[in-house]
């Protein structure tokens, strides 16, 4: 098939338009992420763990089991006990993110700063942004940046990837049943607000694979406390589910049971598969939450 010269020119005009689009809306993006990431990397004093390396790490006092090689006697001989020197791991370990990009993550209450969505791009690319600096490999699930890669360029590939807009978003988001690294970990951004039938079989999926990981609830406040009351229209973001009723607040306990029941799923499913999971709410600082997944992903078995 041939393409003619205005098609062409009318095709590059709107790549432009596109690309143009996404790097203004990335560096604002990115440097809002490595401001975050660099306020939680003051408070924290890195990832480093005893493993196989060649750069010391530190002493500790030997303790059954430990084998005659691995006592260091000169540290030893200066007290009554026996030391172990151990060395820092230096093995880059995968970290494997999907922020629900579903029209449902649009949502934003009249009071809240920023969208589910915003929320979730901002505390992926800043996890990005602290797990690179630290040498580890990282992948953005369901985009073009899903190959675990480490180092600025990576970056680069996410951050562009979570400013794209995708004209095909489900209503609800369902995380990728992707691959995964042996022994990587995971971390999952999203309301968790769809068919338990689609969302929980995805999340198995990781947990089956040798992964451990972090679910991160995102939700907005109004979506807690359910203010409506009166004759309400409930509409889902995508538009595909609607409702009408004339005493919303009567709604108000049934809803809550199932938003209870809903968090008490994610909960139940994180303890039988030591997964860990926190609720955030936009009306929070990103920065609790940034620090808590940092710190839960170091210390993830």
């Not at 690294?181 to 999952?188: E, I, L, N, W």
Request: hydrophobic share 45%; with cysteine; charged share 30%.
């Amino acid at each position: 098939m041939t393409i003619s010269p205005s098609e062409r020119a009318k095709t590059a005009v709107l790549l432009r338009r596109d690309s143009e689009k996404i790097a203004g809306s990335l560096p604002p993006l990115l440097a809002e992420a490595e401001r975050l990431a660099f306020t939680v990397a003051m408070g924290v004093h890195g990832r480093k763990r005893a493993g196989i390396g060649e750069n010391f790490w530190q002493y500790r006092r030997a303790m059954p089991g430990d084998v005659q090689t691995a006592v260091d006697w000169r540290r030893s001989g200066r007290s009554d006990e026996m030391y172990i020197r151990e060395m820092e791991w230096e093995a880059a370990q995968t970290v494997s993110i999907w922020a629900d990009d579903a029209a449902a993550m649009d949502y934003k209450g009249p009071k809240a700063p920023r969208t589910k969505r915003d929320r979730a791009v901002l505390l992926a690319l800043a996890l990005s942004v602290l797990l690179v600096k630290a040498g580890e490999r990282v992948a953005l699930l369901g985009t073009n940046a899903a190959q675990p890669r480490t180092g600025e360029n990576q970056l680069q590939r996410m951050a562009m990837a979570l400013a794209e807009e995708n004209p095909d978003r489900l209503d609800y988001g369902v995380p990728p049943m992707a691959r995964y690294a042996v022994s990587g970990r995971a971390v999952f951004l999203s309301d968790f607000m769809g068919a338990r039938d689609d969302v929980f079989p995805a999340l198995t999926h990781a947990a089956d694979r040798n992964v451990a990981g972090c679910f991160v609830q995102i939700v907005d406040d109004t979506e807690e406390v359910f203010p409506f009351d009166g004759r309400t229209i409930f509409q889902s973001v995508g538009g595909t589910v609607e409702f009408e009723t004339q005493r919303a607040k009567a709604l108000r306990e049934a809803y809550q049971e199932r938003l209870a029941e809903r968090r008490e799923a994610l909960e139940v499913m994180a303890r039988r598969t030591g997964w860990r999971c926190l609720v955030h709410r936009t009306s929070e600082s990103p920065r609790k939450a940034l620090l808590w997944l940092y710190m839960a992903i170091g210390g993830l078995k």
